[in-house]
């Protein structure tokens, strides 16, 4: 009797493991996001001018890092399997993170930081691999629900963060962070099933290519692509933005809750509000946008996003900061739910890792540039400066998308269909 098959991989399955455990790890990353700040400040730097500095570069460390490497990562995954990329991106976190809460200087905090970024990228291999085990024309649904993950993570986390920070000490928080990030990688493990098959060789860059050749080779897929490079130039904009806030927002609570005390879980409150919203605002102007166009979706979620931070810059109180982070919150997750489909769906089959690791790259510098720009403005011209830099950002997405976003996800679709057909066609020769 011959042995019975293994059963066919169900990409629904595999869809909600990733989606769970992807929404605790973002949660456990985002659990210390609230107090890094104040961290800095309890490892002995005084000065406020050189926390906000500090604390810019606590932010930026790990950015510049994955930066470099998300290519690498990407073009790995290819070659070898999306799961072990999750699985390496989680576990390297779990121990790095629990680390940074037994720093004692905020110079080997900004060290351990850096090699973080070096290792981890969760949101970028489980998109990678979501991409890869999901039919495309189911693309946008599972990136919404992706986002979903993500954003729901990034709102419990803060929170989370918040309340452990101000009751067992900013430390914890770390700890608490790599219990996260462990259980999520352990899931993945044990959970996600993945029927990779690796190029033929003839496929892969030739080793003895010149280094120059093989990244050519290699990033061909983005370079070739004016629709590609599009949505990566559009995306980097749309997240430098947001970005200028990270390293302030605590510090900009902190004055104007005139005295309120519990500034980790109120910093926590706003950056949890934000990401709600954004969960929402991800599945429900993603699936928008899958019906309409991508474009519209953009260019009235940066719009809204340009009046929201305006007014943001003239707050008085948490109250008032915690309504609008909500309205921009909405705004970026059908920002980046637009963004994340028009990209899955013009990824060419078996060359997504490389598209969704140039895209990790381009967010990460991003994230690096962000919190650099925004501490400089708020050091130099105060607080409510980065806001003003963050609508300056959110209003030149808006011109972009005009030239830059297809109008119609038919658009979107037709390359991506062609790139994809001639790919498949190329592995049965």
Known sequence: MAPSSAPPISWKRNLGVVWFTELVAIAGFSVMSPILPLYVRELGVRDPRAVTLWAGAVFSAPAVTMAVVS??????????????????????????????????????????????????GTISAATTLVAATTPRDRAGYAQGLLQMAIYVGAS???????????????????????????????????????????PPP??????????????????????????????????????????????????????IAAGQGRIASLSGLVSGVSAAAGALGAVVLGRLGDRVGY?????????????????????????????????????MGGILASLSAALAVLAPVGQEGVIYGVNASLTSVANAAGPLMGSTLAVWLGLRAPFVGSAAFFALSALAAV???????????????????????????
């Open 202 to 255: 003839r496929l892969r860059p030739v080793i003895r290519l010149p280094l120059r050749q093989r990244i050519w080779t290699a990033l061909a897929p983005v370079l070739g692509s004016t629709l590609i490079l599009g949505q990566l130039a559009l995306g980097l904009v749309a997240r430098t933005g947001p970005r200028l806030l990270a390293a302030m927002m605590p510090l900009f609570v902190e004055s």
């Open 403 to 429: 030239r830059l976003m297809p109008s119609r996800p038919a658009e979107a679709v037709g390359p991506c269909r062609h790139s994809s057909a001639k790919q498949e066609v190329d592995l049965n020769e």
């Open 295 to 331: 474009r519209g979706i953009m260019i009235g979620c940066a719009l809204t996003s340009v009046g929201a931070y305006a007014a943001m810059a003239a707050v008085g109180s948490p109250a008032a900061l915690l309504l609008w982070q909500g309205l921009t919150g909405l705004a």
């Open 156 to 198: 419990v986390g803060p929170l989370l963060g918040g309340v452990i920070a101000d009751e067992m000490g900013y430390r914890a928080t770390f700890w608490a962070t790599g219990l996260l990030l462990l259980v999520a990688g352990l899931g993945v493990l044990f959970l996600v099933r993945e029927d990779f098959q690796p």
């Open 71 to 120: 290519p690498i990562w990407g073009a790995l995954s290819d070659r070898y399997g999306r799961k072990m990329m999750v699985e390496r991106a989680m576990f390297s976190g779990a121990v790095l993170i629990a680390l940074a809460g037994l720093v004692r200087s905020v110079e080997q905090l900004v060290v351990l930081r850096a090699i973080q970024g070096a290792l981890t």
